[in-house]
T-cell receptor, first 113, second 112 residues
Framework: GNSVTQMEGPVTLSEEAFLTINCTYT??????LFWYVQYPGEGLQLLLKATKADDKGSNKGFEATYRKETTSFHLEKGSVQVSDSAVYFCALSALEGAQKLVFGQGTRLTINP | DAGVTQSPTHLIKTRGQQVTLRCSPI?????VSWYQQVLGQGPQFIFQ???????GRGNFPDRFSARQFPNYSSELNVNALLLGDSALYLC???????????FGSGTRLTVV
């Protein structure tokens, strides 16, 4: 079946540090890939997405590239801010009768000033 | 435009009771999906509805049911509540052909 594996957290960085959160996936066919962010007490917000191999999704300084050869979609940001502190979820979408998202377990990120 | 709205925001129920959660999708979105997010985990797919028909169901017991109305809003019902049903229930809506799910803020259900 389809699955997503994220690097375990929590991750703690200092402001302006470089961020990488690893995500790998297992899927049949050609899924779309996503990163969602969840701030405390809130629902999920779509951060970025990529729908085919070699696509790069980007938003708010975050980037991720769909790597089919390594089945990966790692999230990166060059200089994090305190406001980036949240839980980040990698997810894939595969049409299996239903359009459903399969999520990783989430990575909690804390940025210290 | 309003986003995905869910009600209520918080709910406390007793074991064995029944609960109904509600979701209004973004205007123009015909698909609604439900997810359960247990504390510390990623969301798990429960149902997808499109044009009032169930398109898919996750690995949840028959105590969970849902429906979609002609205006595309949706209800999720859970019968015979268990302590393990305590979670954040998220609703997401999307256009006919998926290009991005938009999630609501969720209903936090606590079963005591």
């Amino acid at each position: 079946g389809n699955s997503v594996t994220q690097m375990e957290g929590p991750v703690t960085l200092s402001e302006e540090a470089f961020l990488t959160i690893n995500c790998t996936y297992t899927a049949t066919g050609y899924p779309s890939l996503f990163w969602y962010v969840q701030y405390p007490g809130e629902g999920l917000q779509l951060l970025l997405k990529a729908t085919k191999a070699d696509d790069k999704g980007s938003n708010k300084g975050f980037e991720a590239t769909y790597r089919k050869e390594t089945t990966s979609f790692h999230l990166e940001k060059g200089s994090v801010q305190v406001s980036d502190s949240a839980v980040y979820f990698c997810a894939l979408s595969a049409l299996e009768g239903a359009q459903k998202l399969v999520f990783g377990q989430g990575t909690r990120l804390t940025i210290n000033p | 435009d309003a986003g995905v709205t869910q009600s209520p925001t918080h709910l406390i129920k007793t074991r064995g009771q029944q609960v109904t959660l509600r979701c209004s999708p973004i205007s123009g979105h015909k698909s609604v999906s439900w997810y359960q997010q247990v504390l510390g985990q990623g969301p798990q797919f429960i149902f997808q509805y499109y044009e009032k028909e169930e398109r898919g169901r996750g690995n949840f017991p028959d105590r969970f049911s849902a429906r979609q109305f002609p205006n595309y809003s949706s209800e999720l019902n859970v019968n015979a509540l268990l302590l393990g049903d305590s979670a954040l229930y998220l609703c997401a809506s999307s256009l006919e052909n998926y290009y991005g799910y938009t999630f609501g803020s969720g209903t936090r259900l606590t079963v005591v």
